[in-house]
């Protein structure tokens, strides 16, 4: 045989049996939410709509799926995760593990643990728990709860680096997925009720160097450093905990951010830049182009945390490209993401700390019993410190032009109170006493928003506890989200009949997802009871078990 024929045959050999490529490109990302064979990226595309083309399971078939595999995360927490599928790979975290899966069978492929330092726990607010994982040029980027940044090796899970972001005895913690946005890795951080101040990082996603790291609250000197009294924004809050969303065209990455610290809005008079706000900024340098404030001095731990959607829409007969947002402060509201103009505010649960928002400012009105709050009396105000909606995201389906949320309907009593900082501990400087259960009431809903008016086509109330799990949004006509009690569900998107329900055994607050498979459609979403719902202390979840696991579901 001819000695360069040989070795071209060799050669193509050597690719036809080599094992699929992971590496994954900026095209790839930008191109999630088109391509369904594979979830990308934190939100099922760039725009964190949510929403998949996929119409093989519909509002016909629905009933009809089945549980395909299950598997156990062998993990007692709150289980926040959604999965990553790429290449015939599903990746799940857990606050202490990362796992790879085959997504037919459920087999584990390789599983990762992280060892953590023992007293991590003592600052981790709101739920020992971990979001999910980002993919990139091969490589698999997670964070950690003593507040790392690492890199693994997507097809071995071996770590490739690891970065410190921040010291975790401060209060600071990591919980969130990063986003890959024009070649750079972005994280945020937690800690909002330790008297921390909040940033957002850049890092090189094949070295783990860091590239810049903007704070969330402005210090004296800097464009709205003046909003803060003295050095009270080097304990302003204002944490970047959730994942923001990235336009490419625009090329501006949208961040929200969450309370002011403390609580107590007597401390820190001013409106308190950038708390509860989004901040749109470039991947490649942090540079800051525009923010909106949604709630200026924050005195309700109204977190913007969950930075909202991407939506190409008409608003008053005019297409623009906006970022809408269910605001926990109980507003929806709607943006001009080029520029940060506010479009539309409108409530969409029931408000009593403000009468509307100033179209001409972008201010609240605040209203009597916001005033009679801040003067030091126990007032009642709606929404609770939970919001309007929690932290878990809401989707979006452009055939009906609503966005699905599930939405709460609670208050909370609110007094403020004086308290000293100290370093580690909670920083609210408030009476903390819950939330209020009006008996007979129903506390939560599946809601189909019209997101410029802020009203809902449909409502589905939740029995008892209401409902932390995010929502997906598909081609097919469905809503698919989950129940505080266990109950994986499918509704129709147009009028919220329930059409599939499954109990997976454990309470969900989980994001489902939905991929494809030669032409087979999947829908899976990660369980396991707990989250901030469970720091409550609701006693009606005794009957509701714990134990993490990974539900994959399919038509027969």
């Keep these: 045989m001819n000695f ?42 760039y725009n964190n709509q949510r929403y998949s083309p996929l119409k093989q399971i519909n509002t016909k078939n629905a009933g009809k799926l089945q549980p395909a595999w299950a598997y156990s995360l062998n993990n007692p927490q709150g289980q926040e995760s959604q999965p990553i599928v790429h290449d015939g790979v599903m990746y799940v975290t857990t606050f202490n593990t990362t796992i790879a899966l085959d997504p ?22 709101c739920g020992i728990l971990n979001r999910g994982a980002a993919i990139y040029d091969g490589k698999l980027y997670r964070v950690t709860l003593d507040a790392h940044v690492m890199a693994m090796d997507a097809k071995t899970g071996k770590t490739l680096w690891k970065m410190k972001a921040a010291d975790y005895q401060d209060g600071h913690a990591m919980t969130s997925a990063p986003l890959i946005a024009n070649g750079v890795v972005i994280t945020g951080i937690a800690g909002g009720e330790y008297g921390t101040r909040g940033f957002i990082d850049g890092w ?27 050095d009270t924004h080097s304990k302003g809050g204002a944490p970047t905990w959730l994942t923001g969303a990235y336009d490419p065209d625009l090329d501006l990455v949208y961040w929200g951010t969450g309370n002011a610290g403390p609580w107590n809005p007597q401390v820190r008079l001013g409106d308190n830049l950038y708390v509860c706000s989004v901040v749109a900024i470039r991947p490649k340098t942090g540079e800051l182009v525009w923010h909106y404030q949604f709630s200026p001095n924050d005195p309700y731990d109204y977190d913007a ?65 916001t005033r009679r709050a801040r003067a030091g009396e126990d007032v009642e105000v709606w929404p609770s410190v939970l919001g309007g909606k929690n932290w878990t995201p809401m989707s979006w389906n452009p055939a009906t032009g609503l966005a699905y949320a599930n939405t709460l309907n609670m208050s909370w009593p609110y007094q403020i109170a004086k308290q000293d900082y100290k370093r580690g501990e909670w920083y609210v400087g408030v009476n903390l006493r819950g939330v209020n259960f009006t008996k007979g009431q129903t506390h939560g809903f599946l ?20 409902s932390m799990a995010g929502t997906l949004s598909t081609g097919g006509g469905l809503v698919f989200t989950g129940a505080a009690t266990g109950e994986f569900i499918a509704v129709d998107a147009t009028n919220g009949k329930k059409l599939y329900e499954f109990n997976v055994g454990t309470g969900i607050i989980g994001l489902p997802v939905t991929w494809e498979h030669k032409g087979k459609q999947y829908v899976s979403i ?6 901030v719902w469970a720091v409550l202390g609701d006693e009606r979840m005794a009957a509701t078990p714990a134990g993490g696991s990974v539900w994959t579901f399919a038509l027969k």
Aim: net charge positive; glycine share 10%; proline share 8%.
């Design 305 to 369: 945390t969950e930075v909202g959607m991407l939506v190409d829409m008409k608003v008053d007969g005019q297409p623009r490209k906006v970022l809408a947002q269910a605001n926990r402060n109980g507003f929806f509201y709607v943006l001009d993401r080029a520029n940060g103009k506010l479009l539309k505010a409108n409530p969409y649960v029931k408000v009593n700390w403000a009468e509307k928002i100033d179209m001409a400012t972008g201010r609240p009105v605040e209203s009597d019993v």
């Design 104 to 125: 037919l069978t459920g087999k584990q492929l390789w599983k990762q643990e992280i060892e953590l330092p023992q007293d991590v726990f003592k600052y981790a607010c």
């Design 526 to 531: 990660v369980a396991g009871a707990g989250g």
């Design 4 to 45: 360069t024929r040989w070795l071209a045959a060799a050669a193509a050999l050597a690719t036809l049996s080599a094992p699929p490529v992971l590496a994954q490109s900026d095209a790839a990302l930008k191109a999630d939410a088109a391509t369904p064979g594979d979830v990308l990226t934190y939100g099922m595309g």
């Design 204 to 230: 090189d996603p094949a070295t783990g160097k860091h590239l810049w790291k903007f704070y969330t609250t402005a210090a004296p000197g800097q464009k709205g450093g003046d909003t803060w009294p003295g």
């Design 447 to 466: 809601s189909a928003i019209d997101p410029l008016t802020g009203k809902s086509k449909w409502q589905m109330p939740w029995p008892g506890q209401p």
